[in-house]
């Protein structure tokens, strides 16, 4: 598959690039999506949630009544669950929910990922250009004459880009991220993928 190449005014530079077949025109595997988004929605839960059970509960241990013959639920002690201010039955603990998920099973995702929007023609290649200063206008343009600006967008690029990232952190539909860090659900979440020129090469040294 061959893209045209565009600058930073939306034009056509005149120039194409062949994107790699066996990331780009790779037999998409819904299962392996599935596993890898899971498992990194999941490493993303700090898992600190905790409440007090009946033994962490401060109070007396005297039995406030006795154990037969009031017609009410037997109680111990202050620190029943069932009084308030008692400690929690079966409450969340500190527990870690990240999963594990081989290396080859997250590359066969990722370029699971990258060829449904392949087919879905949601891929613009445009050549290497960066801001002097941040600016959000300018990147809101850019996307504009892409016309691209309505839709959730990854600007991906090879190498550390400051000002274009800066210039996205106020945008609600844009997004940017080094190749390197590029993973299957920033890929499903958006609906347009911008490779900057020289990523392409560089995800290839990835993924193949």
Do not use: W
């Given at each position: 598959?061959?893209?045209?190449?565009?600058?930073?005014?939306?034009?056509?530079?005149?120039?194409?690039?062949?994107?790699?077949?066996?990331?780009?025109?790779?037999?998409?595997?819904?299962?392996?999506?599935?596993?890898?988004?899971?498992?990194?929605?999941?490493?993303?839960?700090?898992?600190?949630?905790?409440?007090?059970?009946?033994?962490?509960?401060?109070?007396?241990?005297?039995?406030?009544?006795?154990?037969?013959?009031?017609?009410?639920?037997?109680?111990?002690?202050?620190?029943?669950?069932?009084?308030?201010?008692?400690?929690?039955?079966?409450?969340?603990?500190?527990?870690?929910?990240?999963?594990?998920?081989?290396?080859?099973?997250?590359?066969?995702?990722?370029?699971?990922?990258?060829?449904?929007?392949?087919?879905?023609?949601?891929?613009?290649?445009?050549?290497?250009?960066?801001?002097?200063?941040?600016?959000?206008?300018?990147?809101i343009q850019f996307l504009e004459k892409l016309k691209i600006d309505s839709k959730n967008s990854l600007?991906?690029?090879?190498?550390?880009?400051?000002?274009?990232?800066?210039?996205?952190?106020?945008?609600?539909?844009?997004?940017?991220?080094?190749?390197?860090?590029?993973?299957?659900?920033?890929?499903?979440?958006?609906?347009?993928?911008?490779?900057?020129?020289?990523?392409?090469?560089?995800?290839?040294?990835?993924?193949?």
């Open positions: 598959m061959k893209l045209k190449v565009i600058d930073i005014k939306g034009k056509d530079t005149g120039r194409k690039i062949s994107l790699p077949k066996k990331i780009f025109d790779f037999e998409p595997n819904n299962q392996a999506i599935y596993l890898d988004i899971k498992a990194q929605m999941a490493n993303k839960r700090q898992g600190t949630h905790k409440t007090k059970e009946r033994s962490e509960i401060i109070g007396s241990n005297r039995k406030i009544k006795k154990q037969k013959g009031t017609g009410s639920a037997r109680a111990g002690s202050i620190k029943n669950p069932i009084y308030r201010g008692g400690g929690r039955i079966f409450g969340p603990r500190v527990r870690d929910y990240s999963q594990k998920i081989n290396k080859k099973l997250k590359c066969i995702a990722r370029k699971s990922a990258l060829s449904i929007k392949a087919r879905s023609n949601s891929i613009f290649v445009v050549e290497q250009f960066s801001f002097d200063k941040p600016s959000t206008k300018g990147l600007v991906i690029f090879a190498e550390e880009n400051k000002n274009v990232y800066l210039s996205s952190r106020n945008l609600k539909k844009a997004e940017t991220v080094n190749a390197c860090e590029l993973n299957t659900y920033l890929i499903s979440k958006a609906q347009n993928l911008v490779f900057f020129e020289d990523s392409i090469s560089k995800l290839e040294r990835i993924l193949i």
